[in-house]
């Protein structure tokens, strides 16, 4: 959807006397706000992309750094996770005449060099930006710990780069038509194994001064992801340039123009990782959750159980999510509670009993997330009693909402 065809209109803050404010949009040619102001936001406060909704295998957020150097640019704000998943984040305020075609071919070079790095070297740049070193930051975020834990957190990171495997996202205050038309043509043709969204902040002052800023996120526009791609990147010479061709095996050619996973793809990656009691039982969480009234989301790494908002809004509760490893994890219903007008209780009981189940701890700072995944094994044994948490869940949501239309 283009800007001529979106139709944004400005928020009212209401307070508890009643009284009505009309919140002034912030124009884009607004001096006061520079990219850096920017950056140091969207570093600061990870949050406020809503990464969940691309594609949760990037979420929680940890910031890694600003400014992260490479030899064709620097990158704006570069995050990982505690699975090692990576995301690029590319700020612009719109004012800037170069923000708009250039910033998505600069933002695909930073994935194309970030693909021909090692671990090794990727840690050295973000300790020059930082003076600490990715598994340091992601540790104290996550509170994982151990040799072991840190060795598969490098595995994983160096597949990623490897793959080509990364969220990008161009996040700016307001995005213009003809980066849109960019993205929609991107989306025709075939990728590296990263997903690109267009996250449009709209800023909004409260007040009189800039003191307080209200930030509404909005995904404007993103790209299909082919997530089986063969990427051959190969250097032209001399040239500064690079030539990227993809060959995609012949059992993916009709894949490739997908965003995500169908149920048949996703239990053939699985079978990949995990026995066949494994998959069968994959196969009675795709049958028996959605009886309970959940609805299975397909993306391009994993399935996603959300329970639609019993209030009647569009908002989704994210209760479980499965990806293609065989790990299984929460996340993210805090925030998706309180979007509802719902309080967090009901959703802190259900992630704290099933962390306790399953042998996980809650992470610390997320009252939403385990530390950990858990396996798709140990679910399997803890079925009946997850069952039953997961019910509790849902009955104590349903009446408060019921309790809230009431009002």
């Known amino acids: ?40 936001l969207l570093h600061d406060c990870p949050s406020i992309l809503p990464v969940e909704e691309l594609d949760p295998a990037f979420a929680p957020l940890i910031p890694l750094g600003r400014e ?10 570069l995050y990982g996770s505690s699975t090692g998943a990576l995301t690029i984040v590319e700020a612009k305020l719109w004012r800037n005449p170069e923000a708009r075609r250039q910033v998505v071919g600069q933002i695909i070079d930073y994935a194309k060099e970030l693909a021909s790095w090692t671990y090794e070297e990727l840690d050295a740049a973000v300790r020059a930006s930082t003076g600490r070193g990715i598994w340091d930051m992601v540790k104290q975020a996550s509170e994982e710990g151990g040799s072991e834990d840190e060795a598969a957190f ?25 980066v849109e038309n960019m993205v929609s043509f991107l989306q025709s043709t075939p990728q590296l194994q990263f997903t690109l969204a267009l996250v449009e902040l709209q800023l909004y002052r409260v007040g009189s001064s800039n003191d307080s800023i ?20 190969e250097s032209t010479g001399a040239a500064p340039s690079v030539n990227v061709t993809v060959d995609l095996p012949v059992e993916d050619k009709d894949r490739a123009q997908r ?17 066949d009691d494994q998959i069968a039982f994959a196969e009675r969480l795709l049958r028996e959750l959605p009886a309970l009234g959940l609805e299975p ?19 989704l509760l994210t209760t479980l999510v499965v990806n293609r490893n065989g790990d299984v994890y929460v996340g993210w219903l805090k925030g998706q509670l309180e979007k509802v007008g719902l309080p967090f209780d009901p959703g802190r009981r259900y992630v704290e009993e099933a962390a306790q189940l399953l042998k996980c701890r809650v992470k610390k700072g997320y009252p939403d997330s385990w530390e950990h995944p858990a396996s798709l094994a140990t679910l399997m044994r803890n079925y009946d009693g997850f069952l039953d948490i997961l019910r509790r869940f849902i009955t104590e949501v349903r009446a408060l909402a019921a309790q809230l239309q009431e009002q």
Not at 4 to 19: A, F, I, K, M, N
């Open 1 to 40: 959807m283009s800007m001529s065809q979106r139709r944004d209109c400005s928020p009212v803050l209401v307070q508890t006397s009643g009284q009505a404010m009309p919140l002034e949009r912030i124009p884009f040619t607004e001096r006061r706000l520079e990219e850096g102001w920017l950056q140091r």
């Open 68 to 77: 992260i150097a490479t030899e064709v640019g620097p990158i704006d704000v």
């Open 154 to 178: 490098v595995d994983r990171v160096s597949r990623n780069l490897r793959n080509g495997r990364f969220l990008l996202i161009v996040a700016g205050d307001g995005i213009h038509e003809s």
């Open 214 to 233: 209200l930030v509404v996120p909005q995904i404007v526009a993103r790209t299909a992801e082919i997530t089986r791609a063969v990427v051959r990147i």
């Open 259 to 275: 965003r995500t996973l169908s149920e048949e793809e996703f239990l053939e990656l699985l079978s990949e990782k995990v026995p």
């Open 297 to 315: 989301m397909w993306r391009s790494s994993s399935c996603v159980f959300r329970l639609p908002d019993p209030g009647g809004s569009s908002q």
